[in-house]
Structure formats: structure tokens, C-alpha cells
């Protein structure tokens, strides 16, 4: 009970943190007069939950203002999210406040920011030959891709400039979330500071964004690629910082000549598709600055599950979304279907049913635990601990003890520690972790080393009387561990699968009462 009561606190503590932290809002408005019904933003909000893509919070901006918000309960407002590659835009504009200041051009080599016992003897000509510009496109030359291998390698930057560039930069379109470390290792290199320090006072600071967070290499150099963790509001607002032609409260944070740069097409990723139109889908329209050209003239800042910072300059829009979705398309779709038609430019009929309509329906959002028909209450575990064989998880032990609320908290031990989570009987039961969760980069040397512990949100059910389904939300990125054990007299099987495995991979851990 002591266990709980602790972890309960914490993650009261750790919430009341983030919400003192939170200053500079947005301004709120209504949506009719901002030339949107708020029936059309329900319709959007009715037609997510219906849909394959699981969100976990929303906020579109309308002429500046808030029109409408919604976090799916456990994820909350002041809670941060891993962004992924969402990440990309906020290393560009790194980019951009380092031209902007002089400390370097986009015509520079990225060879001639590193010494020459870091570089191949001799330099490749394609690689002496890449430019900043040419990283910033995605255009570096490379096939095929080589973050894994630069990102599971000791030394990132020679493990980069050791790999083959087999086209001749700036021709041809490759994702590479190497060529985007490789920003963030020159802006450290030009201006003496990791990219996460030397945004501070030029873009966090000024947006009113605190308690962001960002990954780093084993040389200490933010990842650039992936890694930055956000809150919605503070996607929002870098989005509307753009859509403003970089100008915040009338003070020219970003230029002007860098945001119209930054969010113009520089290269087609398809090139059969030399005039891409509205019928050929979001990730043909064209790339920029480590950020996509979107159908309707619409730029986006894209991260892998649905990260999304959508920014629409003919309607003077910006969504953000969080979420976790198997069909990122799919996801986008939702805000050309839903959202983009109904807009006007003009202030509709006041329509205040409507709008209260709305508020409710954002305030209910949540992703409910799952229940089941059985009950364990005949089967006790309750006091056990289970000591397990070898297995990918590298999970050593699990434990349960029922708690006075008929939550259970679970212990699990690995190589690294042991670890508390509550978990709740129809409820989600939060606390704050060292254990890593599920995460797409987690095979990246120093993945999360140095970062912050992370909140998580736990419930259970029983699906018979001896299977027990435990569901631990890492609230703070898009994904979910889900653990299905199977108590059988003295011995426990354990279904262990992450949610972006979508049922296709499931790590089965056995193990024995001690």
C-alpha cells in the first residue's frame, strides 16, 4: 500500500510540475468566429474514434487562436510526447538561426566541419561534395538508408561518413534520419551548443515552451532525426511561429526568407510524378527543409505514428496531432475530410448548443481500459513473485500484490533494476519509471541515457479466471506494453507485445513461482 500511495504522489508531483511549467498560452477562441462550426470539429472528433488510428490528443488553431483541444484520457495537456521524426523540423530551424547569425552557410561542406582523423583517407568525391543544403533535402546520396546502422554504431558522424554515397548529392529524394543527425552534430560544431541549448532562447523560450527534452548520440550530440519530446500546445505553436512567417507577438523570431525557404518543395520524392496534384497522396508532394509538402498547399512536420504539425497558409490553419496509427495517411486524411471542407473566411452564426456540444465531448475523451468477462478473484497470485527463464525482454522476475483498492501492483526486475507500476481495476493508474518502454528507435546506441524517469498509466482485467491482461500506456510516447499472463498452479506464461507490433509479434516469457 506504502509502494502505491509513493507512486501515486509522484505522479501527482511530476503532473503538478509540468502544469506550473506551462506558461504563455495560446489565445482561446470559438470556433464560428473563426469560420469553422464546431458540429464539423464533433464530426472529426466522432469520425478518429472510429477509425484504425488511435489518438491521444489534438489542438487546431484558427487565425492564431485555439478553436478546439482534446487529450484522450491518460494522455493529458502537459504531459510531452515523443515526436519522432517530427523532430527534423525543430533540427532545421536550428539550421536556420545558425545561417541567420552567420555561423554557417548552407553551401558548406558537412566534411568541413569535422578533422580529418574523423573522415576517410582518402574522402570519397561525393561525400568532400555534400553540402548542409543537400542534408537538409534529404538528398544526400546514400541507398539504402543507413540510420540503423549509423544509429547502432559507436561513433555516429565517421560511421556516416564511412558509408558509400552512391548518387551524386542533391539529385535524388532518400529518407535519412543519419543526414539529419549530422545537422544537429554541425550546429553543435558551428555554435559551441547542442541543438536543444542553442534553441532555448532563440524559439523555446520566446514560444512560452518549457521541460522539452531531447535524446543524445554517445558523443553527446542531440539525435536530430528523432528524439524531442513536446507537448501538443508547443507543436501548435511552433506550427503557427511558421505560419506567421516567423514573426511571434510582432517580433521576428525566424526570418522571413528562412520560413518561405524552409517550407518550399526542394526536391520530388517520387520523380514519375513530376507535377504532383491533390489525387497522388501526402508524401509525394514534394520535400523541403526537413519537412513535407502536404496536399492543399499545406506543409507538415511528419513523425513515424502520426505525429503531425499540419500547417495550412490558405486557411490560416495549424492541427497537431498526437497518436499512434498503422496508416499515417489515413490519419491525415481525417483533417481533409472532416475539418478542411466546412472552413470559411468569414465569422459564422454564433451557435453556442453547438459549442457546448463540443467542450463536452473534448473534455470526455479517453481511451477506456479493456474489460473482461472473468474473474481472478478465485485464483491467488496475490504476494507471489515469479522468477523467469531467459527471454528477449530480458525480464528476470514479476510480482503481484493486491492493494486495498483491488488495484494490483506488479514489480518487475530485469538486468537494470526493479520496477513498481499500479495497475487499475477499470481505471488508469499512473506513476513515473526508469524502465524503458516500447520505442522505435530503442536499438540506437544511448537510446534514452541521461533522459528523464517517464509516466505511464496502468490497468488491468481478468479474461478468464486464470489469464490476467496487464496494459501499461508509456503516456509520454504513442506506445503500449501489453503483458497477458497465465497462471497455471505453480508456473506463469506471459504474452508480452508492444502496440506498434499490431499482434504480428508477441515476445512469450515463462517462468516459475519462487
Known amino acids: 500500500m506504502l509502494v502505491r500511495k509513493i507512486s501515486f504522489v509522484l505522479g501527482f508531483f511530476f503532473l503538478y510540475v509540468a502544469a506550473v511549467a506551462q506558461i504563455d498560452p495560446l489565445p482561446r477562441g470559438v470556433p464560428e468566429k473563426e469560420g469553422i462550426p464546431a458540429q464539423a470539429i464533433m464530426d472529426f472528433v466522432q469520425a478518429a474514434g472510429k477509425s484504425k488510428n488511435e489518438f491521444h490528443s489534438f489542438m487546431m488553431v484558427r487565425h492564431g487562436k485555439v478553436i478546439a483541444e482534446g487529450w484522450w484520457n491518460p ?224 506543409v507538415r512536420a511528419d513523425g513515424a505514428f502520426g505525429q503531425f504539425i499540419i500547417m495550412l497558409p490558405d486557411q490560416d490553419v495549424v492541427v497537431a496531432i498526437q497518436a499512434e496509427t498503422p496508416d499515417m495517411q489515413d490519419e491525415i486524411n481525417l483533417v481533409w475530410q472532416y475539418l478542411l471542407p466546412p472552413m470559411v473566411n468569414w465569422s459564422l452564426k454564433e451557435d453556442p448548443d453547438a459549442d457546448a456540444k463540443l467542450k463536452t465531448m473534448l473534455a470526455g475523451l479517453a481511451l477506456p481500459p479493456r474489460k473482461g468477462a472473468g474473474s481472478g478473484a478465485d485464483f491467488n497470485i496475490n504476494g507471489k513473485t515469479y522468477a523467469l527463464q531467459a527471454n528477449d525482454k530480458k525480464m528476470t522476475a514479476i510480482g503481484f500484490r493486491l492493494q486495498d483498492d483491488n488495484s494490483w501492483q506488479v514489480t518487475i526486475k530485469d538486468g537494470q533494476g526493479e520496477y513498481g507500476f499500479p495497475f487499475g481495476d477499470g481505471k488508469w493508474l499512473r506513476t513515473s519509471t526508469t524502465r524503458l518502454g516500447p520505442n522505435l528507435t530503442s536499438y540506437a546506441i544511448n537510446h534514452f541515457v541521461g533522459m528523464p524517469a517517464v509516466q505511464t498509466a496502468g490497468s488491468y482485467h481478468w479474461k478468464d479466471e486464470n489469464t490476467l491482461e496487464l496494459v501499461l500506456r508509456y503516456i509520454e510516447s504513442p506506445h503500449t506494453e501489453t503483458m497477458v499472463c497465465h497462471f497455471d498452479g505453480q508456473t506463469v506464461s506471459i504474452e508480452d507485445e508492444s502496440s506498434f507490433d499490431y499482434g504480428k509479434k508477441k515476445v512469450v516469457m515463462t517462468g516459475a513461482l519462487q
Open 75 to 298: 494522455y493529458s495537456p502537459n504531459l510531452k510526447h515523443t515526436l519522432y521524426s517530427t523532430s527534423k523540423s525543430f533540427t532545421a530551424a536550428a539550421v536556420g538561426f545558425a545561417v541567420t547569425e552567420k555561423k554557417l552557410k548552407l553551401t558548406d561542406k558537412v566534411v568541413s566541419f569535422f578533422p580529418p582523423e574523423e573522415l576517410p583517407n582518402p574522402v570519397p568525391p561525393n561525400l568532400a561534395e555534400l553540402t548542409v543544403k543537400e542534408a537538409l533535402m534529404m538528398s544526400d546520396g546514400m541507398d539504402p538508408d543507413p540510420s540503423h546502422a549509423v544509429a547502432f554504431s559507436a561513433d555516429w558522424a565517421r560511421t556516416f561518413m564511412a558509408t558509400p554515397i552512391v548518387n551524386k548529392p542533391g539529385t535524388k529524394f532518400l529518407y535519412n534520419s543519419a543526414g539529419t543527425y549530422m545537422l544537429s552534430a554541425i550546429v553543435q560544431k558551428a555554435t559551441g551548443e547542442k541543438v536543444l541549448d542553442y534553441l532555448k532562447p532563440r524559439l523555446f523560450d520566446p514560444l512560452g515552451i518549457t521541460g522539452e527534452d531531447w535524446e543524445t548520440s554517445p558523443q553527446g550530440v542531440n539525435t536530430g532525426g528523432w528524439g524531442l519530446r513536446l507537448r501538443t500546445e508547443d507543436m501548435a505553436k511552433f506550427g503557427q511561429l511558421y505560419l506567421q512567417g516567423g514573426k511571434w507577438k510582432g517580433k521576428t523570431i525566424l526570418p522571413k526568407d528562412w520560413v518561405k525557404e524552409a517550407t518550399t518543395a526542394k526536391i520530388l520524392q517520387d520523380p514519375g510524378i513530376p507535377a504532383p496534384s491533390d489525387a497522388d497522396g501526402d508524401w509525394v508532394q514534394g520535400y523541403c527543409y526537413q519537412m513535407w509538402r502536404c496536399r492543399h498547399n499545406g
